[in-house]
T-cell receptor
Framework: GQSLEQPSEVTAVEGAIVQINCTYQTSGFYGLSWYQQHDGGAPTFLSYNALDGLEETGRFSSFLSRSDSYGYLLLQELQMKDSASYFCAVGGGNKLTFGTGTQLKVEL | NAGVTQTPKFRVLKTGQSMTLLCAQDMNHEYMYWYRQDPGMGLRLIHYSVGEGTTAKGEVPDGYNVSRLKKQNFLLGLESAAPSQTSVYFC?????????????????FGDGTRLSIL
């Protein structure tokens, strides 16, 4: 089976940097993905790591360490619109298993 | 570009009633998925399909059935609705297996169906 752990809530101020961690246990691993979901909206894809290291996409970066079964999402220059839930997900076989999500609150 | 479209968007049922949720995608994706999302539980996979005519069970399949008669459509059925099935249901699709050969095949989600069962 597969299981993921991430913090339930993180609060940060506008303009700051925040890191959302994700640890996983999996019997088969095909990469770590991150999805964003605003209240009442649909999840949308943010980033994907298949190999160890850092992937950067604009203000967002994602990191993976397969030996530690650990990854994180880094959000820089936080904006109010970044207030949302963020889900890590591991791929295995034909499907994704999602974590329970981290609610990010960005304050002025 | 419609992407993934779910109908209906909202529905209220009485215990024991049946209904079908429809998911349609116009991206020619092979893989389709049905999830339910409950507070504090994240997204849990109900059933999925790897191509037309195929279906497979996910993490929480009990009480649900699915069909994939056409590549672009994936139907989720509740034969006898129960209050425990009150949830937000999301459909998603992807071009191929997520993470196949180390490549990224992100899932594209519909806007969800909010289902309440009284």
């Amino acid at each position: 089976g597969q299981s993921l752990e991430q913090p339930s809530e993180v609060t940060a101020v506008e303009g700051a940097i925040v890191q959302i961690n994700c640890t996983y246990q999996t019997s088969g691993f095909y990469g770590l993905s991150w999805y964003q979901q605003h209240d009442g909206g649909a999840p949308t894809f943010l980033s994907y790591n298949a190999l160890d290291g850092l992937e950067e996409t604009g203000r967002f970066s994602s990191f993976l360490s397969r030996s530690d079964s650990y990854g994180y999402l880094l959000l820089q220059e936080l904006q109010m619109k970044d207030s949302a839930s963020y889900f890590c997900a591991v791929g295995g076989g034909n499907k994704l298993t999602f974590g329970t999500g981290t609610q990010l609150k960005v304050e002025l | 570009n419609a992407g993934v479209t779910q109908t209906p968007k909202f529905r209220v049922l009485k215990t024991g009633q049946s209904m079908t949720l429809l998911c349609a995608q116009d991206m020619n994706h092979e893989y389709m998925y049905w999830y339910r999302q409950d507070p504090g539980m994240g997204l849990r996979l109900i059933h999925y399909s790897v191509g037309e005519g195929t279906t497979a069970k996910g993490e929480v399949p009990d009480g649900y059935n699915v069909s994939r008669l056409k590549k672009q459509n994936f139907l989720l059925g509740l034969e006898s609705a129960a209050p425990s099935q009150t949830s937000v249901y999301f459909c998603a699709s992807s071009y191929s297996r997520t993470g196949a050969s180390g490549s990224n095949q992100p899932q594209h989600f519909g806007d969800g169906t909010r289902l309440s069962i009284l």
